[in-house]
Every structure is written in C-alpha cells, then in structure tokens.
C-alpha cells in the first residue's frame, strides 16, 4: 500500500537542530521528499533524495535515508523562525508516472 | 518567469452546487496536477493533464472532472457540492520527458473552497 506517516508538531528552540522524521510504506518508491508549506502559500520542494542514496545535504538541510526501515528524516540546522512552516514528507511510488503522496505535514515552531 | 497561477483565491458555494477553479502553469511546463488539502492534511493526488488528456487519477469520484487547454492551462471543475469537498486545491505544474525526479512539480497557492 501507499501511506507516509509523520508527527504532527515539533518545537525547537532558535539556533538549535530540528529534525522531522517519516516513515512510508511503499518499498518501490525511488524518490522521496520533502517540501515546506507557508501559511497562504503552496508547497515548495526543500530537497529531494534518490532511495539508493542514504544520505543528502543541501546548506543547512540534511537528509537521511534508512531504505530497510523505510525512514526518512529532515535535520534542519541552526534553526531559525522563517524556518516556522508545515513540513511533508512525500514519496513517489516507482508504479505511478505522476501521483505524489504526501504525509499529513509536521508542523514546525521556533521558540525564542 | 511567473510561477504557477490559481483562480480564484477564496471561494464560497453551497451544497449541490457546481464549482470550477482555473490554474495556469508555470512558464515552459506542459502538464498540470491537482491535489486537494483537507485542513490538517496533507494534499491528495486527484489527477493530472498532460496533452489534453487526463493521464491519471486518484481516488476521487466522478464528480471530480477536469480539462486542460491547448496552452496546457487547466481547470477543475467539482459537480453536486459536498460539504466534505471543503478544502484548499492545489494545482502543481511540470515538463514532461524530464527524467525524474526532474520534473519536478511546482505548486500554486491554491484555491479555498467552502461549502456551506
């Protein structure tokens, strides 16, 4: 079947690491993502990884990929409060040519 | 380079009523999807255009229907409202023959849509 699953809220506290985990359930999807969702605004691709990959940084985001467990996390370092956001993890199941399915989002809060 | 472009921002229908949103993709790309975002959710493929024909679907009923245009615009259209079909619609545009995960699938803002 074809479900990614996240916790619903995380808060870190300003200049400290956050990380986001999610587990997915389809062992065929090749790609996997993260995209970000500001209030009024659509989502935008973070980053994305290829599944025979087990690691990805882009600045300060880092990607890890345990393919066995089928999980997969986001470290954003250094965290900052224009880092306040919803966050979804989302596969792309190797079957299908166009769908994304995405998690139900984590959100995101800065403390100062 | 405009991104992608979604009419109108807010709207507001009652039940049993039809309702059609409008999405212009991003410049260059040819193919449109929508998804639907349930509040506290996170969006659902309904189905994607590409070449005037839908190329695949979700699981959404028929009531859900769509078009895509010669200048691969596109729009959505949802037939005898209900009030769970009350959600933010987003609309993601690519290129085809990109290979992936290239073809990336940039979204519009959305349209909000209540039904009452």
């Known amino acids: 079947g074809e479900d990614v699953e996240q916790s619903l809220f995380l808060s870190v506290r300003e200049g400290d690491s956050s990380v986001i985990n999610c587990t997915y359930t389809?062992?065929?999807?090749?790609?996997l993502y993260w995209y970000k969702q500001e209030p009024g605004a659509g989502l935008q691709l973070l980053t994305y990884?290829?599944?025979?990959?087990d690691m990805k940084q882009d600045q300060r985001l880092t990607v890890l990929l345990n393919k066995k467990d089928k999980h997969l996390s986001l470290r954003i370092a250094d965290t900052q409060t224009g880092d306040s956001a919803i966050y979804f993890c989302?596969?792309?199941?190797?079957?299908?040519?166009?769908?994304?399915?995405f998690g139900s989002g984590t959100r995101l809060s800065i403390r100062p | 380079d405009a991104g992608v472009t979604q009419s109108p921002t807010h709207l507001i229908k009652t039940r049993g009523q039809q309702v059609t949103l409008r999405c212009s993709p991003k410049?260059?790309?040819?193919?449109v999807s929508w998804y639907q975002q349930a509040l506290g959710q996170g969006p659902q493929f309904i189905f994607q255009?590409?070449?005037?024909?839908?190329?695949q679907r979700g699981n959404f009923p028929d009531r859900f229907s769509g078009h895509q245009f010669p200048n691969y615009s596109s729009e959505l259209n949802v037939n005898a409202l209900l009030l769970g079909d009350s959600a933010l619609y987003l609309c993601?545009?690519?290129?085809?023959?990109?290979?992936?995960?290239?073809?990336?699938?940039?979204f519009g803002p959305g349209t909000r849509l209540t039904v009452l």
């Open positions: 993601a545009s690519s290129l085809a023959g990109q290979p992936r995960p290239t073809d990336t699938q940039y």
């Open positions: 389809d062992s065929s999807s090749t790609y």
């Open positions: 990884i290829f599944s025979n990959m």
């Open positions: 989302a596969e792309r199941p190797d079957s299908s040519a166009s769908k994304i399915i």
């Open positions: 410049s260059g790309h040819d193919t």
């Open positions: 255009y590409y070449e005037e024909e839908e190329r």
